[in-house]
């Protein structure tokens, strides 16, 4: 049981704009800034987003975060078959004293 | 370029011990966070253990399900970090990560390392 709450499947067409939830509490979101990351079959995770909606250099601004309350999510535009992969949330939370990840959504392109 | 190396994994026992090595170059190893991050098979990433910066007096903080049997240690003169695992679990299992946090950013994990197996079977 992850501490921050994730779907565990999403899926769309080619083109097509998905969103991936994830819900905390007011120990980690709430508090906290939200990272997402991406990981592809076979491959060490990758940072996506930092600081609720920042983009690292490289990453596609189909990719964008933000964050309400103690809920981030994670939307993604223009869908390609490339972005096939788990996506999983994290923040640091300060009750645990740890980071904390959300379980991951795995995201099928159709 | 930053990179981050693990090595050290393997087969081990129940209750055998295994030090993980991750080698940093391309950046100032004094000045970031390093942590381990682990994924078992069929599993979800889980956070392993911190190690903070000089400034920081390297002060480390560990997830409960490895306190008390897991010990991270670094060797800013090696630009290496050490995941030293004890009394290790079938569930200790798992792919095995070093990442760097660029705290000044904000940006936890920006760089990982490929990973290094740990498979714990009797």
């Known amino acids: 049981q992850s501490v921050l709450t994730q779907p565990p499947s999403a899926s769309g067409t080619p083109g097509q704009r998905v969103t991936i939830s994830c819900s905390g509490s007011?120990?980690?979101?709430?508090?906290?800034?939200v990272n997402w990351y991406q990981q592809l079959p076979g491959t060490a995770p990758k940072l996506l987003i930092y600081s609720n909606n920042q983009r690292p250099s490289g990453v596609p601004d189909r990719f964008s975060g933000s964050k309400s309350g103690t809920s981030a999510s994670l939307a993604i535009s223009g869908l390609r078959s490339e972005d096939e992969a788990d996506y999983y949330c994290g923040a640091w939370d300060d009750s645990l004293s740890g980071v904390v990840f959300g379980g991951g959504t795995k995201l099928t392109v159709l | 370029e930053v990179r981050l190396v693990e090595s050290g994994g393997g087969l081990v026992q129940p209750g055998g011990s295994l030090r993980l090595s991750c080698a940093v170059s391309?950046?100032?190893?004094?000045?970031?966070?390093v942590d381990w991050v682990r994924r078992a098979p069929g599993k979800g990433l889980e956070w392993v253990g911190r190690s903070r910066n000089r400034a920081r007096s390297y002060s480390t903080d560990y997830a409960a399900s490895v306190k008390g049997r897991f010990t991270i240690s670094r060797d800013d003169s090696r630009n290496s970090l050490y995941l030293q695992m004890n009394s290790l679990k079938t569930e200790d299992s798992a792919m095995y990560y070093c990442?760097?946090?660029?705290?000044?950013?904000?940006?936890?994990?920006?760089?990982w390392g490929q990973g290094t197996l740990v498979t714990v079977s009797s």
């Open positions: 391309g950046f100032s190893f004094s000045d970031h966070y």
């Open positions: 990442a760097r946090t660029d705290v000044s950013k904000l940006k936890d994990f920006d760089y």
């Open positions: 007011s120990s980690n979101i709430g508090s906290k800034t």
